[in-house]
């Protein structure tokens, strides 16, 4: 039989026993993660530790003049400005691999772990992302009278969210299209993110006729919406979602140009300690500290929506 283990610890080996142990993992599924699609990473620079800060050089706006024939010029001097992306953010992990469980196993856990922490920090990371920069819209952006110029386009307020069915899911994608051109947002390099069940109906919408995604066939036959309007549509089961005043469940979905957020990340910190206190084991652990910021709330849109 197994060499016994203590109360709360985990037992692993199955040396001596009847039972079967594959030499293979149970398939583990993660949640899709957006953040490095939808996000710039342009300024990550030299970051060292949690508190660097990544300094951002910002153009600034050259004044146009009339002109009269024979008047004396005067210079605009100009001056660049700056924007810093502070780190603010670390997440770590820390397990133990006893000795006696990598002897006696015919898996490598160390590497099977340390695979599934880098998964679980990219989940965690983007949940953090998410959660953060939708309230960091432009004001024009969000609510039931966004659009800079128009000022009457509803993308769903707190009190009356904004129901996502098929049939409107169309209008609300354009919608948001009209609302960050009246930003002067260019249509390249845009997407959307909205919860899963939000795209499974822009499936059963009005664009599972193959000609309004430029696709050679429709979403409902190979399971891929695309681009909608120059936007690429995520889905997420990483939005935030709140139970609104009214009672329903909303969600947070964001549409965003690239230049909208600004991500940079670096893992300071990757150990194997082959010898520690307490156990006779290796002790696996690692540091990644990261920043975000939101670099052009005209940029970023703030979808709140009901089913």
Same mark, same amino acid.
Request: glycine fraction near 8%.
């Given at each position: 039989?197994?060499?016994?283990?203590?109360?709360?610890?985990?037992?692993?080996?199955?040396?001596?026993?009847?039972?079967?142990?594959?030499?293979?993992?149970?398939?583990?599924?993660?949640?899709?993660?957006?953040?490095?699609?939808?996000?710039?990473?342009?300024?990550?620079?030299?970051?060292?530790?949690?508190?660097?800060?990544?300094?951002?050089?910002?153009?600034?706006?050259?004044?146009?003049?009339?002109?009269?024939?024979?008047?004396?010029?005067?210079?605009?001097?100009?001056?660049?400005?700056?924007?810093?992306?502070?780190?603010?953010?670390?997440?770590?992990?820390?397990?133990?691999?006893?000795?006696?469980?990598?002897?006696?196993?015919?898996?490598?856990?160390?590497?099977?772990?340390?695979?599934?922490?880098?998964?679980?920090?990219?989940?965690?990371?983007? $949940?953090?992302? @998410?959660?953060? =920069?939708?309230?960091?819209?432009? %004001?024009?952006?969000?609510? #039931?009278? &966004?659009?800079? !110029? +128009?000022?009457?386009?509803?993308?769903?307020?707190?009190?009356?969210?904004?129901?996502?069915?098929?049939?409107?899911?169309?209008?609300?994608?354009?919608?948001?299209?009209?609302?960050?051109?009246?930003?002067?947002?260019?249509?390249?390099?845009?997407?959307?993110?909205?919860?899963?069940?939000?795209?499974?109906?822009?499936?059963?919408?009005?664009?599972?006729?193959?000609?309004?995604?430029?696709?050679?066939?429709?979403?409902?036959?190979?399971?891929?919406?695309?681009?909608?309007?120059?936007?690429?549509?995520?889905? $997420?089961?990483? @939005?935030?979602? =709140?139970?609104?005043?009214?009672? %329903?469940?909303?969600?947070? #979905?964001? &549409?965003?140009? !690239? +230049?909208?957020?600004?991500?940079?990340?670096?893992?300071?910190?990757?150990?194997?300690?082959?010898?520690?206190?307490?156990?006779?084991?290796?002790?696996?652990?690692?540091?990644?500290?990261?920043?975000?910021?939101?670099?052009?709330?005209?940029?970023?849109?703030?979808?709140?929506?009901?089913?």
């Amino acid at each position: 039989m197994p060499i016994p283990v203590v109360d709360g610890k985990t037992q692993m080996a199955g040396l001596g026993s009847p039972d079967i142990w594959s030499p293979k993992l149970l398939v583990k599924f993660y949640a899709a993660t957006v953040a490095g699609n939808i996000c710039n990473t342009d300024y990550e620079g030299e970051i060292k530790k949690q508190g660097s800060k990544v300094i951002i050089r910002t153009t600034p706006d050259v004044q146009i003049r009339k002109y009269t024939k024979g008047m004396a010029l005067t210079h605009q001097q100009l001056a660049p400005g700056k924007e810093e992306l502070e780190i603010t953010e670390a997440n770590f992990w820390d397990f133990v691999i006893d000795n006696i469980d990598a002897f006696q196993g015919d898996i490598n856990y160390q590497n099977a772990w340390t695979t599934d922490a880098a998964h679980q920090n990219k989940i965690a990371t983007d $949940s953090d992302v @998410l959660s953060y =920069v939708y309230a960091e819209a432009d %004001v024009a952006n969000k609510g #039931a009278t &966004a659009g800079l !110029k +128009s000022g009457d386009i509803n993308l769903g307020v707190a009190g009356t969210p904004l129901q996502f069915t098929n049939t409107a899911a169309i209008d609300i994608i354009t919608s948001i299209r009209t609302v960050l051109c009246e930003q002067n947002v260019p249509e390249e390099d845009c997407a959307i993110v909205l919860p899963f069940w939000a795209t499974q109906r822009i499936k059963t919408s009005d664009i599972k006729e193959a000609m309004l995604t430029g696709d050679k066939v429709s979403p409902l036959r190979n399971g891929r919406i695309g681009m909608i309007d120059q936007f690429e549509i995520y889905g $997420s089961n990483l @939005l935030t979602s =709140v139970v609104d005043g009214s009672g %329903v469940k909303a969600w947070h #979905a964001i &549409a965003c140009h !690239k +230049s909208a957020i600004s991500f940079a990340a670096q893992m300071t910190e990757s150990q194997v300690l082959d010898k520690v206190e307490s156990t006779f084991g290796a002790v696996c652990r690692g540091l990644v500290v990261y920043g975000r910021k939101v670099l052009k709330p005209q940029s970023l849109v703030d979808l709140y929506i009901k089913k």
